[in-house]
């Protein structure tokens, strides 16, 4: 014969479901909050570049460039950076660097507009002399004798990464290179934080790492001592960071709509 559930046994059941329920609607509610908290924390953060291309074809050729400060051991210095014209190229001015001293400190040219923390910078390099050929790209000036430095050396058949204190240099890192005289290269950085992405003619070649604060400073290019040394396509862009919070708000307008059964 088949037997009834005791009414104590009843109600204990259709207890537990009960709570079983509402278990399963706090914990849909719960998830939902933690989906929005982890959405807070870690949100698509996206770069913000704001890019300032130097012109170089306004400028008389023969003449100092107007739009850097141009230094030579520590000195302002603006007898050993012209702007000149190749007709055989298809941007044919560009800035170039010249000095017959082997004694002398390496010459900097640093772009007036721009202070920044983190910023992008690129150019294009031809190293037609010198006893030692290199070129190279200024990141984080804060006086001539402080920087940091991304070296291209055809001499050396490398590029390095390199911070200037007080005018004395020490390497970080650096990886092998084909670095070719009386051809135009490429050059950039990418300077977020405490990282420093370098690719050389379009292709990523090192990452470096300082753990220094990141300090506010200007960008500019690099020539040794007596080098005869071209610069091109000079493009500097600072960068921002901001959060996508139109998607955040989104998702957590989603997440409100979202009926729960009862």
Known sequence: ???SMPATSFCFAKRVRRDWRASATACRHWMAAL???????????SAITQSQTVDLSRQPVGSASQDFELWRAGEPDSNHWTIEREATTENSVSIQQSGANRTAWPSLAIYRPLWAVNAKIGAQFKLIDGSMPSAGIV???TSPNDYYLI????????????????????????????????????LEVVVDGNSFKISLDGKWVLTAFDHSKPTNGQFGIWAERDDVTRFNQIEISSLTYGSNQDDLRGRREEQDDDGVDE
């Open 151 to 186: 070296r291209a050396s055809a001499f050396e058949q490398r590029l390095s990464f390199l911070h200037v204190v007080d005018g004395t240099s020490e390497e970080i890192a650096n990886v092998d290179a084909d670095i070719t005289l009386n051809h135009w290269q490429s």
């Open 1 to 3: 014969q088949g037997r």
């Open 35 to 45: 989906m929005v908290t982890v959405g807070v924390f870690a949100s698509p953060v």
């Open 139 to 141: 990141v984080r000036v």
